[in-house]
């Protein structure tokens, strides 16, 4: 929403603001201004100047010398401009002024300031002036020419400010209006809170009763058909019309609003528009059949022709304006061809009618359009607004002589509108703000708002143009607007105590970023969409379960239409854009949801898995990996030992270099080296590493509650193992070994040397364990463990291997 | 016996003195009072000693051994002292070699700011909670005096995967489902992701992170909202933070507000970082709507409360001044190693 500052200080007449001024006080009082542009910002000494004389230039062809009756007094401009004419008016910047850019409508930050010079040899004073080199555009100023001065009317007043003369000596303000002020949308609302933010009188247009003493109801006929959505249609009728351009100040005004002047009726629609918030249309009354609006729903496929030339296909949600035969417009979106107003429109049909906000919304998305009208009726207008808006209009077409007004309206209005009541409870408001405002000073605040007061019943009456007033809460903000938010005090809650507590998950998820930290990831982010593309990237096969996806019904293109049921794709995404970054030695992880379907299409909710990724390149390898996962599940008190399970089964990595993680039996992610086609599907050539942890598994495994368990007094024993096993052995199938037949005094274990070559017999490998035996209460003896150390050599002798002695 | 004696702890001094180092000083010690030694062997010839004398010469003795095995000692000490003084003149090494590094990985500046905001809230006795990322309209809408149609839907650009079930669009529905359990009081706050419609670009992602804040007591004012956010922004942005609030709407409170923070790079006079204006526009607030409390089974004659979201990201770029927003999701190692 954007409004002139001289309209609504026209409409405030004490105003008396600098447009910074008024900026910051009407933003803290609910009207949040956007910003202001002053029209007139780089422009300085432009009058109203009438050319004299035109002589050649004698040295030059295109350059002509003009004598320019200023006022005061006649200087000599030289110009190039072709429609320069002996009498003609124009805007001239005199010597030392500035102009806002050239005439090619290009603008110069700060201005072009304008010097008295030579030109080709031959004094020029000053400047004529084109439109654009005021700042403005042929959009604004119709009779502008493509190229060239702009010439203004003949009665345009020499020597006079020509920046004040074609209202250029406006501000623009614009505003950002909340979606609950419906009424805001309108000069009239916005100088409503102007003059209640300043505490000056508000002054509206006086609308006078208008019309001949015919009757409108003699030339049309109203019916609604379907009141749901229309609760009011006024009509009033406007004979023997007199297109013509409407006068400076209308457009003056249009202008600073941002529109562009065509005609009085059309000026007249817009210029009432901007100032109630009330759109309006007007028909060709001589193409409504039957004399009759109807309006009622469209038909099911119904064609319609707009005014814009388009045909639109309507179904039976819309709703239509139509006459005795056939539809004439689409209800508060846009008129039809076939009833426009044209220049030899000789009687019209006025209407202004308030139509279903969310309908209009609705049709407008249907339709694919959405107008200056339907952008308003959106909102969800005041019925109540017609009305008065319509009889402005009607007076402002006499006031201008555009036509002849007909007495009397039709006006349908199933359900009048009626104002609410609310209670004033002035101690409610201040126990809500923490204030302790006067109910005296309340009142004024409702006062400057037109709200009235009926103290009898100790009431409000709200009207109806606030709908946005409902409640106790709804007036307590009014208080506190005028009031002044900066001026309510300052406290915290006080009441009962509460502990500040992190959830078990988010403290899990904390040690989980902990610990990839000091293994070197960063922490990165990535999407929750996708493309369903990527189950291809990551060869999963067709009926792979994570191809069941949760679909966006209206999604932003292909590659956000899913929500992603694993977080790979996001790592292998961002690695792939480090190493084609050329970055070296890249390690990352995330901390992400993954959305898991439970039936598809959605039933419930879909099971939400939080994972913890970890993917990385460069040094590093498996065993690294390996390496963060044991730490971070140590940390998270899963001190028991991970198995690592060869058959995964994960297509998307290296058959021989990936493992499930297995935690009391139960699978708790999958680690692995990327297979090296996935791999060049992301466009990486390097060896990639990945590890994904299901979290929920882990948060239902963890703990913080750690026991001390003394520190070992006695000596171990140790003993060395070396073999030479057969290659497919596993080294957890030897320490499962271990664990099953090292009995209680066997403390740890662990792998010292590992060698497969030529001193070897193949198909072989070599493989030695330091094995340390510790008891709680005293020294071991050789014989203490001879019993676990045979047990041992036995089972492994079992699995082919040959112990080394 | 006595010259012998004499004679040996001369010549032992004399050779002692002469030791260079530890290993000629054994030698020497080895050769007198080692088990071949000659003191030792002076030792050994006692018992051809007249039993009178005994004493005496045993007396002397002693004492040659005493000066002797002192001798050595301090002999000792002095080398040794002497060598660990050379041993650390060789050691010297050269400290401005570079480091060896452990490299440890970045947070994500998301988290970190996230986490800047849990430790100013959770000290202040809020309760982090979190709730599901896809939900149902009801929660994000309805529950929130935003009822079907209503044009703030309209304004936020929502995600839908049926007629029922979307993208949540705030985490404020973690908030209605914190109500609904019926524990009073409630100080809370809600981090987490939330999606919007929004093309990539600079300044946009379809989606983001917001934290939202609710606290419902009883007696709970105005005043309480804009203290605790005052202390917000404080914590989070330094001391000398001015705090702005300035009427808004929003359908789930009211009465409602945006807070502005005085710019903390020009201190509020004005600068191309806050575009001269010298405030930033922060976070949304409001009094919680009665109608909010009330379709959550909270009376909202006896109950009042606060509430405020704020967004992630626009602190991260702020407080980081990260000039686009892309790059939190690119993840390049160059961004994140900055953090």
Known sequence: MNTSLKWISDLVPGLSVTPQEYMDAMTLSGSKVEGYEKMDQDLEKIVIGQVTSIAPHPDADKLVICQVNIGTKTIQIVTGAPNVTEGCKVPVVLDGGKVAGGHDGSKTEGGIKIKKGKLRGVESDGMMCSIEELGSNRDMFPLAPEEGLYILPEDAPVGEDAVAYLGLDDTVVEYEITSNRVDCFSVLGIAREAAATFRKPFVPPVVTETGNDENAADYIKVTIQDADLCSRYVARVVKNIRIAPSPEWMQRRLRAQGIRPINNIVDITNYVMEEYGQPMHAYDLDTIEGREIIVRRAEKNEKFVTLDGQERTLDDTVLMICDGKKPVGIAGIMGGENSMITDDVKTMLFEAACFDGTNIRLSGKKIGMRTDASAKFEKGLDPNNAMAAINRACQLIEELDAGDVVGGAVDVYPQVKEGKRLPFEPEKYNRLLGTDIAADEMLTYFERLEIPYDEEKKELLIPTWRQDLECDADLAEEVARFFGYDRIPVSLPNGEATTGKLPFKLRIEEIARDIAEFCGFSQGMTYSFESPKVYDRLLLPADSPLRQAIAISNPLGEDFSIMRTTSLNGMLTSLSTNMNRRNKNVRLYELGNIYLPKQLPLTELPDERMQFTLGMYGDGDFYTMKGVIEEFLYKVGMTEKPVYDPASGKPFLHPGRQANVRYQGKVIGYLGEVHPACAANYDMKERVYVAVIDMPQIVARATFDHKYEGIAKFPAATRDLSMVVPKDVLAGDIEKIFDEKGGKLLEKYELFDIYEGTQIKSGYKSMAYSLWFRAKDRNLEEADITGAVNRIIKALTAIGAELRQ | ?339
């Not at chain 2, 992701?193 to 917001?210: G, L």
């Not at chain 2, 967004?311 to 390049?332: S, T």
């Open chain 2, 1 to 339: 016996m006595k010259e012998k004696l004499q004679k040996i702890r001369e010549e032992a001094l004399r050779q002692i003195g002469e030791s260079k180092d530890l290993a000629k000083l054994n030698d020497v010690r080895v050769a007198i009072l080692g088990k071949k030694g000659e003191l030792t062997a002076v030792l050994k010839g006692m018992r051809d000693v007249k039993p009178e004398d005994r004493p005496l010469v045993g007396q002397l003795v002693n004492e040659t051994r005493e000066s002797i095995e002192r001798m050595l000692e301090e002999t000792k000490a002095k080398l040794e002292a002497a060598e660990l003084e050379r041993r650390l003149i060789h050691e010297v090494i050269d400290v401005t070699l570079p480091a060896k590094h452990n490299k440890v990985g970045h947070r994500h500046p998301g988290t970190i700011a996230l986490e800047e905001v849990e430790r100013i809230f959770t000290g202040m006795g809020y309760e982090v909670v979190e709730g599901p990322e896809v939900e149902y309209d009801y929660y994000n809408f309805e529950a929130l005096n935003i009822p079907a149609n209503h044009p703030a839907k309209d304004e936020q650009d929502t995600f839908y995967i049926d007629d029922k079930i979307l993208l949540r669009t705030q985490t404020s529905p973690v908030q209605v489902r914190e109500m609904e359990k019926g524990k009073l009081p409630i100080r809370m706050i809600a981090p987490g992701r939330v999606f919007r419609s929004d093309e990539v670009d600079a300044t946009h992602s379809p989606n983001f992170h917001q934290i939202e804040g609710l606290v419902i007591d009883k007696h709970i004012t105005f005043a309480d909202l804009k203290g605790t956010l005052a202390e917000f922004a404080k914590e989070l942005f330094g001391e000398e933070t001015k705090v702005k609030f300035r009427p808004h709407h929003f359908p789930f409170t009211e009465p409602s507000a945006e807070m502005d923070v005085s710019c903390f790079k020009c201190g509020g006079k004005g600068c191309r970082f806050c575009k001269g204006e010298g405030w930033i526009e922060i976070l949304g607030c409001g009094m919680v709507h009665p109608r909010v409390l009330t379709m959550s089974g909270i009376d909202p004659e006896e109950y009042t409360g606060f509430a405020f979201g704020v967004g992630l990201e626009r602190i991260a770029l702020l407080k980081y001044e990260i000039d686009d927003l892309r790059l939190l999701y690119e993840n390049d190692q160059r961004f994140l190693d900055q953090f």
